[in-house]
Structures are given as structure tokens and as C-alpha cells.
């Protein structure tokens, strides 16, 4: 067996979430998925590619092509080209994967090798550092402080350069933290990866999820080949179970990348790309995204008002992009005088959810530096919101 | 950039069925899919899950259970209990991968450690070594004969046992070469694999196509836990393009591949799942695939009979198992003059190719073993394989 996976724990959201699961009371504002669901162009062509199969295959019963199929590919360069204002060539700077952990995982193992080190900020999401270390690359953490808002700065990052270093991973915007890395700080973060020879790999699955500042793909930045962006469909169209993900770089590297996909993946599915190239063409589906965004941010921004008139609570604010806020709750243990063993977080979360039946994330989760945080989503609608927060007020 | 990945080619039956889908007239023998499409059940459940989404997001537009969706766990182990006699606890012995290949690399990692061997028959499948190298683990080929219809005997795996031996890697029914391993024969690499602490991965995503000799699993031989079956939809149903797998094991190995799983894929298609659990429910589909299977034999014994008739080919026999003929054409390449650099399958291959129209896959492409081989498929239909007969004889 691999001693390195053996040594993992499953990620503790995911055992919070199955409590929350277990026990149908729990208000659950662990996971990040939004409420609304798929637009209508989406199911409708996925019914047409699912109903009445003949006796023959149909050409989408068969694998699509291993990078993806060539109508999502170009669907996906036209919302680059709308969204981000540049010409991507989606013969040859595309990538359709399993989601975006799947383009992840596949950047990391194309510009890598392993011993080589990947810079990302503590905290960041949790899946990066397992799926780096199970890869036989090492996380290298920079730590980053709540006092300016998470921000990853260069200098920060060179003082943790080695000869190993190779990657910088940027997640904008950002799980937990909320941050959004404006245009101007992610091309220096750009211009110093190139002058290091490093990769910026740059998460973006929270794109259509910025509130007042505006979101810059690493795409539309870099100018010598070194971005990579990883994308999905699933916070966008509230499509998580469906499994679209996409990778954005130069030729060189989607060449490579594409040859370890087809090895370790043959291809995603393929009736499922056709529907996701419908619903990224489909321009009433834009509209409704807009307005799922404008709501998600009305009623977070309400909510984290409320949050923040609590005892122990005041520092909450309202994040600048994406569905979660990373709500330092150390007044608040010391308020309600709660028993830190672990981690303030962690004590904070177990309490939250055996004393008032709500499941929030421990920040430990995300790295030493999201100790005295938890992550709560605030994408599940105002109902949900509404009584969570009767439930902490409580 | 990756170096072990750069050195890597594509691999050469991905170039030649590329160009056989350039050139419209080519007869392609190179992709091993067979002709008919998924049962109806499959279709009409994924239509409903598909059709007139609402505002909110339903249970299948979010991720699924990350060792897959109870329910197709259930009738896996459902069509285990029919087909091989065995009881698998859904709970702890299944889990749902992106098609076998998915099943494949999340099996090795689990089980091996960076620089661990895996063992694996020369000829064999084309992305198991450039899967195994990528994750930092080594390949050991062990040669096979086409003299004894390519087995892989215990006395020849135990020559190329070393301190890092972890895995033997079995493919049966097999590509290329057709070969079945018995059940007798799949107990003693169990008895081997026991003895040395081996974990023995069987890829048998062409188990309903065995003719003559049972199939048998190793899920259903190994008594130690060592045994770990990898599986899909994909050539039982003709859903390749849907990409729905499995990997069976020991609760033992599955929870910690389930946990890797979710560090790289978090889920694969929720709607997907539960539509390739109606279609492994349906007694109609079981029925249909039992006639797809006899159709494909009676076709490829009496295209192989009529090949074997070929001045140069007198060896063709039908295998024991598959979709694909393992054509011996060294005494072809000979007869027909045909000038040989690299190896006599690729020469012929490309013969067949441009001389022909007739594409097949160099035996080259499955390890050092099968140079004097290409590779045909004959899943293709009768019609199909009639006009290919019809080429070679020109």
C-alpha cells in the first residue's frame, strides 16, 4: 500500500458534511454549491443525446476526442473571447477534463517532475496539497494573513524559492478566503513566474463570482506561455455532479498535457461536453448566471451583515468574490467559552454543529494559517442563510 | 515541463486512427468498439434525469457520492453476484471511476509506493506503461509467446521479482492478444501473488466476451485481499463515450483509493451513474448483450477463417476472447515484398494503410513482444469486416 496515502486523512469538511448528512436537522453550509440548477439549453440537449438510442452507437456513445470535443472547445474559447477579451485556438490551448480537479492534477503532472516543488498560500483549498504530495511533488505553503485579506505577495513567495520551485498556484477567486487577485497583482505574479521559469497555474472555477473587483484570467495575462487557467462548468451552472472541467494554455503545454490525459483519463464524457457546449453558447443561460451571482452576493451580503452583529463575530465582512466566508471566530470561542483542543476552528465548527445544528468547516482544514477561521458557504440560499442564523444567534 | 512525459509519443494507434479519420475511406480496424449502442433503459433513464431541469439544482446536478452512486454500486455488485458467484458489500468494495482507465491509476497508486514494479505481460495494453511511468512507478515486461497463445507464466513472473515487485498487472479477456486467463490459471497468480505480497490488478472490461473459456475474476479467486478487478460500461453496453467504471477490492485497499479518488476526481457524472445502474438492472439489456457478444463471435471466426485463407496469413486462428485478432504477419511482410525498417507489424501496418486502405494497429504498440503483429478489430460488424476482407485480398 502507499504509505503517503495511508498517511492522509479524509479532508474534514467531507466528514462534517456526511455528519450533516447523517442527521437531516443540520443546516449544512459546508460545501460550496450554489442552489440553482442547470439551464434549460443544458438538459435539453443532453435529452436529445440520451433519448431513443437506436441499435447502432451514436457517434457521442463513443469516446469524444481526448481533448474534448471540438464544439466545447470552441464554445469555450468564445466565452474566453467575450469574458476575457483574447483568442484562444481551441485546436490547440484547450482541454476538457473530469472538472477541474482533473485539470488540475493533469497541469500539475505536465509541468512538473517529480521532487519539484509548487508554491500555493496557506490557507488555500483543501484537495491541492494531497493531490500534489500523491504525485510524488512537494507543496511548498506560503503563508498569507487575514490583516490584508489573504493577499499572496512576491516577496513572500521568494523568500520560499528553491531550485525545485516550479509552480506558483493561484486560486482566484479564492476558497476559503474569498480573495480576489485583481489584474495589476496577477501579472507581477506573472512577470516574477517568468522570471523564475515558474508555471502559474491559476484556479478559476469561481470566475462569474467577483463582487466589485473585476476577474482577470492568468489566460488573458501572460504572455509567455507559462499560465495555465483551470476551469469548470460546475459553480457556473450549478452543474458540480456532471463532471465538466477544462484546462486554458499555451500549445507546449496542452500538447503534454493532452498525451497524459489520454493515458490516465482516454476522455470525459462526451453526450455531457455537447450539453455543456450548449449551455456556454446559450446567451439566456449567461443572463441567469448574472442574476444568480447578483443573489447569491444580495443575500450573503445580508447575511454576513447579520453574522457580524453577533457577539464575538464583528470582524465578519463580506468577501470579494466566490460563495464563502472565512469568518474568524476566535472572540467568539472566548465569548462563549468554548474548550480548544485541537485548533480554535475546529473547536468552533464542533460546537457549531453539535450545539446549534450547523456544519460549517473548520479552517485548520485549508492550512495553519485558517486556524482561528471556519469556512461557511453562503450559497445556499436565503432560506438556509435565514436559519442558520437564528440558529447561531440562538 | 516533465521530461518523462515529453519523452513519451503518443501512442501509434491514436496516430493511425487519427489518419484514418482524415481519410473517409479508410476501413478502421484500429478501435476496438463494437457497433451496437447502449440498451434503451440506459437512455430513457438518463433522458428523465435530463429533461425540464427546474430553478433548483436536483440531487444528480450535484457530486456524487465519491466512491460512486449507491445505487450503481448496488447493481455492480448485483451483476458480481450473477455472473461470478461472489457477494461484494457495496459499502466498502466498489468504487465508481471514470472508465476502467480511471480505475487503472488509482488502483497502482494506492498499492504501490514511487519507484515500485509492476509486472505486466509483453504484449499488453498500450497505456498501461506510459500510466505506470508517469506516476513515478517502473514497468517490468515480462515476455509472452505467441506459441503458447501469449500466457503469463508463474516461473517467468518469478524470474523478474525484485525487492520492489508490488503488482502483477492481468488483462483478460485480453488486448491485444485474446487471450483468457482460466480460472485455474488466475488462482495460481493469486497463490504466486499471496506468497510474495503482490497485489494482482485485473482488467477485465472485455469479461463478457470470452467464447469457449469461462471469464473469471479475480475478485472472485483471491481470498487474501490481493486481488483488484478494474471494470467498465464500455464494451458491454457500447458506452464509451459516457465513461463510467469501477475498481473492485478489499475494503482495505478500496477505502484508500477512495480516498486518492477524491483528492484527484472528487466524482464522476451523477446522472451518468444512475443510468448505467438502470442498464445493469435490466434483464433486457443483460439478454441483448449476450446476442451482441454471439453476433461478434460468429462474424470474427468467419472473418478470420477467410483471412487465414490469405497467402501469408495462415496462421490467423480466432482467440479465446475479446474483439481483436493478434495477426502473426511476418511471412506477409515476406511475401509481399514489403520493405521492413522499424518492425514488420508497423511495416505492414502502413502497407495496409496506404496500399489498402485498411487501418490496424502495429503489434509494436503492445511491447517488444508483438513486432511481428498487428492488431485487427473485428467488433466492427459484418459489413465492415466484409469490405476489409475485400481490401486484403486485392
Chains 1, 2 share one sequence.
Not at 443573489?295 to 460563495?323: M, N, S
Request: charged letters at 20%; glycine letters at 12%.
Amino acid at each position: 500500500m502507499n504509505g503517503a496515502l495511508s498517511a492522509l486523512a479524509p479532508h474534514s469538511s467531507k466528514r462534517i458534511s456526511e455528519y450533516a448528512q447523517r442527521h437531516p436537522g443540520t443546516i449544512d453550509l459546508t460545501v460550496g454549491l450554489p442552489s440553482f440548477g442547470p439551464p434549460r439549453s443544458f438538459g435539453e440537449r443532453l435529452a436529445v443525446l440520451s433519448g431513443s438510442p437506436g441499435e447502432s452507437a451514436r457517434p457521442e456513445d463513443r469516446y469524444a476526442h481526448s481533448r474534448g470535443a471540438i464544439e466545447l472547445r470552441a464554445a469555450i474559447a468564445q466565452v474566453y473571447r467575450s469574458e476575457q477579451g483574447i483568442d484562444l485556438d481551441p485546436d490547440t490551448q484547450l482541454l476538457v477534463t473530469n472538472g477541474a480537479a482533473g485539470a488540475l492534477w493533469i497541469a500539475v503532472l505536465t509541468v512538473t517532475e517529480p521532487g519539484d516543488e509548487v508554491l500555493l498560500a496557506d490557507p488555500a483549498y483543501m484537495i491541492y496539497p494531497p493531490m500534489i504530495e500523491l504525485l510524488g511533488r512537494r507543496v511548498v505553503r506560503v503563508p498569507t494573513s487575514a490583516a490584508d485579506g489573504f493577499a499572496l505577495h512576491v516577496p513572500d513567495l521568494r523568500k520560499h524559492l528553491t531550485e525545485r520551485s516550479r509552480v506558483v498556484l493561484v486560486n482566484s477567486p479564492g476558497n476559503p478566503t474569498g480573495r480576489v487577485t485583481g489584474g495589476g497583482e496577477l501579472a507581477d505574479l506573472c512577470t516574477f513566474a517568468s522570471e523564475h521559469g515558474l508555471y502559474v497555474i491559476h484556479d478559476e472555477v469561481l470566475d462569474r463570482f467577483a463582487y466589485g473587483i473585476e476577474h482577470r484570467s492568468v489566460a488573458a495575462l501572460d504572455h509567455h506561455g507559462h499560465g495555465i487557467a483551470v476551469n469548470s462548468l460546475s459553480k457556473r451552472f450549478g452543474v458540480s455532479g456532471w463532471r465538466i472541467g477544462w484546462m486554458v494554455g499555451s500549445p507546449a503545454v496542452i500538447a503534454e498535457a493532452a498525451k497524459a490525459h489520454t493515458f490516465f483519463m482516454l476522455a470525459v464524457s462526451h453526450a455531457v461536453q455537447l450539453a455543456a457546449a450548449a449551455a456556454l453558447r446559450d446567451p439566456e443561460a449567461d443572463g441567469e448566471l448574472s442574476v444568480h451571482a447578483a443573489e447569491i452576493q444580495r443575500h450573503g451580503e445580508r447575511f454576513l451583515a447579520d453574522v457580524a452583529q453577533l457577539p464575538g463575530l464583528g470582524g465578519t465582512a463580506f468577501p470579494d468574490g466566490g460563495f464563502y466566508a472565512f469568518v474568524d471566530v476566535g472572540e467568539f470561542a472566548r465569548l462563549r467559552g468554548i474548550h480548544v483542543e485541537d485548533s480554535i476552528g475546529s473547536a468552533v465548527a464542533e460546537y457549531l454543529l453539535h450545539e446549534c445544528g450547523v456544519a460549517v468547516v473548520p479552517g485548520s482544514a485549508f492550512g495553519r494559517a485558517g486556524e482561528r477561521f471556519v469556512r461557511m458557504s453562503f450559497a445556499g440560499g436565503p432560506g438556509q442563510l435565514d436559519r442558520a442564523l437564528e440558529r447561531l444567534a440562538e
